[in-house]
């Protein structure tokens, strides 16, 4: 198993390039509030330059199914990240509409009972990954805040199953081996650790990052998706 790297939190198409450049498997896009946050079509003009192969994730936060209908198809999206009450009707719908080629990761922000949300989430047949993520009383994402690895280690990231989980939160060039030696995800998910400003990137920490990433024992040579340019075509018909 490869680690597969996301790169959330673009607002432009140099970011998104350069993620891209760097080796990332894919970049993400937040059409929720945040100081991040971009319309469909600003997005839609950014993921026509990007490469076939790197998948393009939607963040949504209680998005209504037509919403998030309308931007996988307008941006050619080959995935969709859920926050909050998304649940197993919704997920249900969307492979319905896109088919299974369509990258479907729900949100579960660490706290005493995350354990119990995963595993209800593990459940769903139609949820590839869960993202565990840290929040404020005012974020639900983008913190630059780390959740107790220690804690997760021994919850919700022990006896997998075959289940995946993605380890965002706090994330930065610093401390990401660290965090991959601890909790042994099969992604990591960076926004803010990688920036200069909300919506801006670090082109120096960015590269960082993933190279570091990629020199931890689950890094090596990480591998795209391969339904990435099958849904990007689909969608954008």
């Known amino acids: 198993m490869s680690l597969w790297i996301k790169i959330c939190g673009n607002t432009s198409l140099e970011d998104a390039q350069l993620a891209c450049k760097a080796g990332a498997n894919a970049v993400g896009f937040v059409f929720a509030a945040s100081p991040r946050q971009v319309t469909p079509a600003e997005v839609a003009a950014i993921t026509l330059h990007l490469p076939a192969e790197v998948e393009k994730i939607g963040v949504f936060v209680d998005a209504p199914l037509d919403s998030i209908y309308s931007a996988v198809r307008a941006c050619g999206l080959t995935g969709v990240q859920l926050h909050a009450e998304a649940g197993h009707e919704l997920t249900k719908r969307l492979h319905a509409l896109f088919g299974p080629a369509l990258r479907i990761l729900r949100v579960v922000h660490f706290s005493p009972r995350a354990a119990e949300q995963v595993s209800e989430m593990d459940e769903d047949p139609h949820v590839d990954a869960v993202l565990v993520d840290s929040r404020t009383a005012t974020a639900l994402g983008g913190t630059g805040i780390a959740f107790d690895w220690e804690a997760a280690r021994e919850s919700v990231f022990q006896s997998l199953k075959g289940h995946r ?12 081996a660290e965090a991959i030696n601890m909790l042994r995800p099969w992604g990591v998910d ?14 120096f920490k960015l590269q960082e990052f993933i190279r570091i990433a990629r020199l ?14 099958g849904i990007a075509a689909a969608t954008r018909q």
Do not use: M, T, Y
């Open 216 to 229: 931890s024992p689950l890094g090596e040579q990480g591998k795209k998706s391969p339904s990435a340019k």
């Open 190 to 203: 960076v926004a803010s650790g990688v920036e200069i400003v909300p919506g801006r990137k670090d082109p």
């Open 165 to 176: 989980r993605i380890a965002a939160g706090g994330l930065n060039p610093d401390n990401v």
